[in-house]
Structure formats: C-alpha cells, structure tokens
C-alpha cells in the first residue's frame, strides 16, 4: 500500500481537494492499526463535514471500512436474502412484524441490530423484554437459524466494520455525526458487510428523527442508494414520517405486544401499513413478486416464523409481558380532535421513564414507556385519558410530563384533520 | 465559571456560530486541564480554520490562552519596555543587533524568543552558537538584567500560555497551522503574557516565509495588531520581504558574525535598514522620540550593549567565531546580473547542511550555513565564487545543492535590476 501521511490527507480535505482512492484506503487503515490518532481523524471528520465528499470517495471510505473487518456471505443459503435499516424513529418497532413477515414469504432476513441511545429505542432492547432472548449468536448459529427459520435478529459481531465502530464513537464526542457522507458509509458499510442480497432503508423525516428536514434526508437516502448500488446490493429507501410516533406505543415490552397484535392480523393501521411497505420493497428487492405480505399476516405464517425465530433464540413467546411496576394516566386537558402528537417528545418522556439509555452499556427497563390513546385524527374528551406513562420508578413521571408538555395539540373546533402521508417518498 | 460541553463548542463553530466569552473561557481552560480531550479540541481547531472567528473571539481566544498560565510585570522597571516579534525567515539575525541597539536608545527589551523548526532559523540557536551562552534564565535574573543591561534574549519559559503549547503541537499534526486566528492568538498570548509595554511585528512575506500571499499577510498582521491593541499594548506591524533572504548569511555563528559588522556600523544595507525601521518603531511605541538609533550604531553604544548582554548570559563576546569544518564553494555558472535569489532555496540549504533541525530537540550546528556572495542587483562573474556551504559533515553537501538548484537567476543582458521594496507595509 502506498504510503501517505495524517497531515496530507488532513490538508487536501481542508482545502476541498478530493482524497484519492489510496489516501483513503490508507487513512483508514492506519486509523484502525492506531498509526493516525484520534485528533487527526478527527480534524479529517470534521474537514468532511464541512467541505464534503463526492460519490467515489464516499464509495472508496465505505469499502475501506469494510475492507477493516470480515464480510459475511449467504450466498449458499437455500433462499435469497433482504435486510431492512431504519435510521431511528420512536416507536419504531417495524423490524418487529417485518423479519418474519418477509421470511414467511419465502425470503431471508438476516438482521443485525443495536440498541437504542436517547430518545430513539433499539430493536435489541425491545427483544430483551423477552423472557430469555438472547441477542448474541455465532455467525454459526445465525446462519442456520436463516436456514431453518428464515429470520434472525441478532447483535452485529465485533468482527463487522472495526474502523466504523471506532470512527463513530469519535465522531460522537466531536460534533461530526452530522456529516451525510460519514453517516452513509458508517450505515452502508455494515449493511454490506452484512451479506445481504437486497437491502431496504428506511429514512426516517420529522421532529422525532435524526434528519429534521426533507431534502437533508433525500440527500442521506440518496447517497445510501448509490452506495448500495455500487456494492452490488440492490437497495431502495422510503422516506417517511416520523413527527408522529409509529402506532400507539413507545417502549420495550409494550413495542413487542403491540408487534404481536400486527402479527395476528390487527394492530394499528400506521404500523400495519409500514410493515407492508417494506415487506413488499424487500420481497420486489429479493426478486419474490408473486406473493401478496398481507395475505401472510391474515393466514398466521408471518406469527409462526415469529415464534419459531424467538425459540431459536431462546426466548418464550407466550410468557406473559414484563409490566412496569407503576403507572400514571394523563387525561385530556379539552375535548376536540388531536391535530398533532410530537414525535420527539413522546421519545424524550419514553426515554426519561426508563425505557432507553443515556450512555451506552446503562440497562434499560423492559416495561417502561409510554402509551398514547388517541393518535392525530382522533376525537378525544376532556378528562378520559391521552396518554399512560410506564416506569418501575415513580420519581421518574415527572421529567416524563414536563417533556409531554407542548408536545400535542387538540382542536376544540373539531377542524378536519389533514393527516401527512406516512411514505413521503421512494429512492432507488 | 459557567458549564459548556465540548460537543455544544464545537458545534457551535462548526455551524458557523460566532462562540461565546464564557465558551471560549471554559474550552480553554478544560482542554489545558485534560477535560476537553485533544480530538474534540481538533475537530474546533478544523471548524475555526474554515469558519473564522471574529475579533471579539479571537481576542477572547488569546486571553484565555494567556489566563492558562503567568503573565509576567515589568512595569515596576526604571524604563519603558517595547519588543519585537518576526514570523520568521532566512537569514533573519535582526534581533541579536536589534534589541542591544534599542536597549542602546533608553528602552528596555525582554525578549523571549524560541529555537528554529525546518527552514526558518531560530534566534537562540544563533546565540547558543557564542561560547558559554546560556539561553535559560530565572524570571528573576531577566528582571536584573533588563535593569542592569537593558536587554535580554532568552527562552520562554513553561509558564507562559500553556494552553498554546499544547494546542500548537496539535495544530502541528491535524493540518490545523494555517488558521490565521490561531497563528494570531498563539503568537500573542506569548508576548502579551510576557508583559511587554510595546510590541512591533515583523510579518514576513515571499517564498521563504510562513506567508507567501500578501493579502494574507496583511490579515495577519491587522488581526495581531487587533489583539495587541486590545489588550492595552501599543502595537504596530510592518510587512516585510522575504523573497530574498536577509543579508549575506543563513546559519547560526555566521550570522552572529554579520550582526556583530551591523553593530560595529557595518554590515549588509539591508539588515541595517530593517534594523533601524524596527528600532524607531520600538522607541515610538515606547515613547522615545528624541534618540535616532542610527547614531547609537555609529557611536559604539549599541556594541557595547550587546558585549553586556551576552557577557551577562555567561558568552565571551571576543572568543573567535565556531567554524564549519568543510566547506564547499559554488561558482557563477555564468556572468550578469543576478536578479533573483530565492529565500526558501537558501533557508533549506541552510538547514540540510544542519544549521536547523527536522523536528523539537534536533541538535544544530554552530557552523553549518550558506554564505551568498552576492545579492540581487550585483554583478557577477562566471567562475567566480556566487554561494560557500558550511557543514561539518560533507555527505550534506549534495542535498544542500539540489536545494539551491534553480533558486537564482542571473541574468547575462546585464538589464536594468529593479528591486522589491524591503518594507512593504506598516500596519497600526
């Protein structure tokens, strides 16, 4: 490999050059082996951010941080495989329902998840709720779970992209998570690594998601398109809604009820119409087009992979849920039509209940959360209740209520509500 | 003092904020404490290089740096202080004539200076070049020097702006040098925090300074005299050329030696002037307006100044002159007018024959250097002597030539010569 040096590839970033395929391969090898610290990364994250980087060098990062770590294969799997990433919402429990559905319809799902940091929850913890999950498999076990289940949702190994875990962690305590370019690859790079086939992103928009504004999510899911593509990964995103929390749940234990209620055919209507959304992107990715999702959630095949994929890992399906130790109803203030329900602040409250964490590695609650009664385009009455808060700590309820405040609207003129389509757009 | 977060700081300046007082207090302090680490510190120093700062900020900046560690006195001195500061540049011996010649004129000159880096020599390697000098003093003895002698070249000590010391070894490895705001505040946090009553900069502008561009130059040096005024130091500025190196040598004894002519009321005409130009700009700032420098040059005071200085730092002034042990001579390779010599030609040559050091702690050579035999605008001869290489080590001499390779022009039409004025601007 040629040699470079930190202050050269530093340099030709800050002074909007591009980098050449081999200052980028060698920048990222050498940050991983430890030979370019993190002050140096750092000034390089943050000369990204601000002057950018254009589609090969985005391209020539992700592989390289690929190339750090092993890359897994499912090529010799009986079925094709689809992945589906969701860059965070609240009440994101879509992965939930979808990993079966998908694998029911005769496509496998090879899922690697984290858990949740703030007020975004994470698959895993939500799954922990179960009695006996457990989220760590060998590439062994997940492998043949895929096999004779078709479904797995696990924890992404050590082994999947080293220089992305190590970049992000910096990128965190240096203000430069919020460049689109570091963002893409970090997701890009694992998914790829990953081995799946088709992939399908879920790029969340709205007050409760990373990306607040439209076009900056175009921008992100654009990239991770083209990203995707030119792995050889056929990918397609969905820009949708996140200022309204997903269904009417945000928690643990209640997000995977609220699943299984999608999973025997109800649920409701925005998760059910979500789940399909994506099944459908990730059946169409994965070259399955003669079967309907819906059908598999009407006749029960999606709840049977369901189960059979929580046994795999251990964990009891029909246990009964883990409940909160306490409760407290927040009644409606006024009698009207709810016309907004904040994303983030549900997030926040959900979070500050217990249900998520402020650092990573603090346990979380599996029954916290936060139910809400009445979702935007629903009549609610004065004093019948809005919202229930979930915690084992009652001390916890209120920084919970000071973050529900201002965070809905009723209309007591009962004005039509106009409701923002839950897909706001399709990229690839 | 108010609590910020390293993240808030530096996103702040990153989305083009302008950074408050108490941030700037806080950042600085936590980050000589070890609170802020050197990677967040890396990622700001980046957003301010290609975002800016203002002056409020900058001059914020500077203080808190100063505030890191002593700020020196000597207002309970019998006469009014003024010192000099270059950006450096070859051959540029100005301050060992300088500061005896203003001492000489009734103004007192604490300069505190430091050691060389690549091509640009250091005044205290010059120094240490006299047999016995001694660059470390007490703040004790410097203040008895000051009164006894009236002047004194010594080296910083550690308590000077600790803050700088560490970010300028940082700025070194992250591409972070060029951010005028941080050239500015860490060149000034130093002599502010020295104490100095009065200060003129030399800002040096050409091939064979910091600065190549004059526009750039001139925002330095506008933004240093910002800070000077600031903070209550009567501060001006001139921009000078450093196409051309200065004088006939670059080295460490030989330009001891050149000094020593200029004191003696010799020496190369464009040393003496810029010594003079520098030396009324000090008395002025110092409110000295009765004494023409010129004369203490013509009448010896200013010799016997520099005897005092360097015998009271333990030098012998009359040993003889520490020689190279080989030299090697480059003739005219033809006859003219030489019209061009380059500065940065000169200064690498000068340090590949090891009169400057490749990295902090490098010994240096007291005899190594380049001697020009002439100057832009001499005639010269084919054949006849044009540069003398000085090195103690002769394998050096192959390197310093590829240096001066294609650093002159002469040219044989014998045209018109038209000079680069010494001093190109004043600023303040």
Redesign the interface.
């Known amino acids: 490999m040629p040699q470079h040096d ?2 050269e590839v ?2 030709a970033k ?1 002074d909007r050059g591009e980098l050449s395929d081999s200052q980028i391969d060698w920048v990222i090898d050498a940050y991983t082996r430890g030979a370019v ?7 390089l ?3 990204i ?3 950018g980087m254009n589609r090969r060098e985005i391209s020539r990062w992700t592989d390289a941080m690929i190339a750090s770590g092993e890359r897994m294969d499912f090529s010799t799997l009986s079925r094709p495989t689809a992945d589906k990433h969701s860059t965070g919402g609240v009440g994101d429990k879509i992965t939930l329902p979808l990993a079966p559905l998908v694998a029911a319809c005769g496509v496998a799902v090879p899922q690697l998840s984290g858990r949740g940091l703030g007020h975004t929850g994470g698959t895993l913890d939500k799954l922990e709720s179960i009695p006996g999950w457990r989220a760590a498999l060998t590439n062994e076990e997940m492998f043949a779970q895929l096999e004779s289940v078709g479904a797995v949702i696990c924890a992404a190994g050590d082994g999947l992209a080293p220089a992305d875990k190590k970049l992000y962690a ?1 990128r965190d ?4 998570v919020e460049a689109i370019p570091l963002i893409a690859s970090s997701i890009m790079s694992k998914k790829i690594a990953e081995g799946t086939g088709s992939l399908v992103l879920d790029v969340k928009v709205g007050t409760g998601a990373f990306m607040k504004d439209v076009d900056r999510a175009r921008e992100l899911a654009t990239t991770m398109v083209e990203l995707g593509t030119d792995a050889g990964v056929r990918t397609v995103a969905l820009l949708t809604d996140m200022s309204t929390p997903l269904g009417r749940t945000a928690g643990n234990a209640i997000e995977v009820a609220e699943s299984v209620e999608v999973l025997a055919g109800g649920g409701p209507a925005d998760v059910v119409e979500l789940t399909l959304a994506l099944a459908r992107e990730m059946l169409a990715g994965a070259g399955v087009t003669d079967v309907d999702p819906a059908d598999k959630l009407a006749d029960g095949s999606a709840m049977d992979v369901w189960r059979a994929m929580v046994r795999a890992q251990d964990g009891d399906p029909d246990a009964p849920m883990r409940e909160a130790r306490e409760q407290h109803v927040v009644g409606a203030p006024a009698s009207g039509v709810l016309t907004r329900l904040d994303a983030m602040a549900v997030g926040m409250a959900a979070w500050r209940l217990g249900a998520g964490r402020a650092k990573a590695g603090d346990a979380v609650q599996d029954g916290a959360g936060v139910v809400w009664h009445a979702r935007p385009g629903d009549k609610v009455a004065e004093g019948e209740p809005l919202f229930t808060l979930l915690t084992d700590e009652p001390e916890r309820f209120e920084r919970a209520l000071a973050s529900l405040e201002g965070g809905y609207d009723i209309d007591a003129d009962n004005a039509a509500y106009d409701p923002t389509p839950l897909v706001i757009d399709r990229i690839g």
Chains 1, 2 share one sequence.
């Open positions: 930190a202050v530093i340099t800050r610290d993190d002050a140096q990364m750092s000034a994250a943050m000369a951010l601000l002057n910096l305590v240096t203000a430069t």
